[in-house]
């Protein structure tokens, strides 16, 4: 019986993943890496930036650079940025990708809902103010945002059709139950995680029809958020650029974990 060669094999595997839409999964070991992103991939809430970053604060305690720190890629792009929307990442972000990127991994999309503005009208303002602002980033997030997430992905898979992409979601920043004097209100707590999970799906959602691999964060935060008596998360801080993001712990043992768990 006549045996097609096993190396002829493996190309058109390769081939019909990709005209799918999808990609074969990353070599960890010397892949070519780009991490792409905002600040919850740059690293934002360590309080501890490489000075070249400039307003971008790229981390070294960041999960992307724990996952090259620990996998050696032949190549590291680290481009993520604070404050970052996929309008950005479409700008000023894709230069980092090539045909022969092996693996790359973004978050994105919380700023582009406006996240920042919405926990600091929570923080400061009235109960119904905070469901207000809520509301209007979830009806953003279910009518506006997948358009903007499906382009975005659309740019990366066309710079890179070779790579496995896994896109990174956000926690649910705050536990509920006692929280302290001074802190927001479970009300308030329970808005804001209701946000993060509309946030989770829609990512999820267009992720996959992109072909992407989605790492859902929030049960391993799941404990962590603010409020534990462990917090992996910041509360109101100062700087207050730190606030409401993940602290050291929450990129090596929430983020990280779960981008290993897909890559490796």
Same mark, same amino acid.
């Given at each position: 019986?006549?045996?097609?060669?096993?190396?002829?094999?493996?190309?058109?595997?390769?081939?019909?993943?990709?005209?799918? +839409?999808?990609?074969?999964?990353?070599?960890?070991?010397?892949?070519?890496?780009?991490?792409?992103?905002?600040?919850? @991939?740059?690293?934002?809430? #360590?309080?501890?930036?490489?000075? #070249? @970053?400039?307003?971008?604060?790229?981390?070294?305690?960041?999960?992307?650079?724990?996952?090259?720190?620990?996998?050696?890629? =032949?190549?590291?792009?680290?481009? =993520?940025?604070?404050?970052?929307?996929? &309008?950005?990442? !479409?700008?000023?972000?894709?230069?980092?990708?090539?045909?022969?990127?092996?693996?790359?991994? /973004?978050? /994105?999309? +919380?700023?582009?809902?406006?996240?920042?503005?919405?926990? #600091?009208?929570?923080?400061?303002?009235?109960?119904?103010?905070?469901?207000?602002?809520?509301?209007? =980033?979830?009806?953003?997030?279910?009518?506006?945002?997948?358009?903007?997430?499906?382009?975005?992905?659309?740019? /990366?898979?066309s710079r890179a059709p070779g790579a496995q992409v896994v896109v990174l979601g956000y926690p649910r920043l705050f536990e509920l139950g006692s929280c302290g004097f001074g802190s927001i209100n479970e009300y308030k707590r329970s808005l804001l995680n209701g946000g993060a999970d509309t946030m989770?799906?829609? /990512? @999820? +959602?267009?992720?996959?029809?992109?072909?992407?691999?989605? =790492?859902?964060? &929030?049960?391993?935060?799941?404990?962590?958020?603010?409020?534990?008596?462990?917090?992996?998360?910041?509360?109101? #801080?100062?700087?207050?650029?730190?606030?409401?993001?993940?602290?050291?712990? +929450?990129? @090596?043992?929430?983020?990280?974990?779960? !981008?290993?768990?897909?890559?490796?």
């Open positions: 019986m006549f045996r097609r060669p096993l190396p002829l094999l493996g190309s058109l595997a390769a081939g019909l993943l990709l005209s799918l +839409g999808l990609a074969a999964p990353a070599a960890a070991a010397g892949a070519d890496y780009a991490a792409l992103g905002d600040s919850y @991939s740059s690293g934002v809430g #360590t309080n501890n930036y490489d000075g #070249t @970053s400039g307003s971008c604060l790229r981390s070294p305690q960041s999960y992307p650079r724990l996952w090259a720190n620990s996998h050696a890629p =032949a190549s590291f792009q680290f481009v =993520a940025c604070s404050g970052a929307t996929t &309008r950005e990442v !479409l700008n000023n972000q894709l230069g980092a990708l090539n045909s022969g990127t092996d693996l790359v991994t /973004i978050s /994105i999309g +919380g700023n582009d809902a406006g996240f920042a503005d919405v926990v #600091t009208t929570c923080r400061l303002g009235s109960d119904s103010g905070c469901l207000t602002a809520v509301n209007n =980033a979830k009806a953003y997030i279910t009518t506006t945002l997948p358009g903007r997430l499906d382009e975005t992905y659309r740019a /990366i898979r989770s799906s829609v /990512i @999820s +959602g267009r992720a996959s029809a992109a072909g992407f691999s989605y =790492a859902d964060v &929030r049960g391993r935060f799941a404990g962590h958020g603010v409020c534990a008596a462990t917090p992996w998360i910041n509360g109101t #801080t100062f700087p207050v650029v730190e606030s409401y993001h993940p602290k050291a712990a +929450g990129y @090596s043992s929430g983020y990280l974990p779960a !981008l290993t768990a897909i890559t490796g």
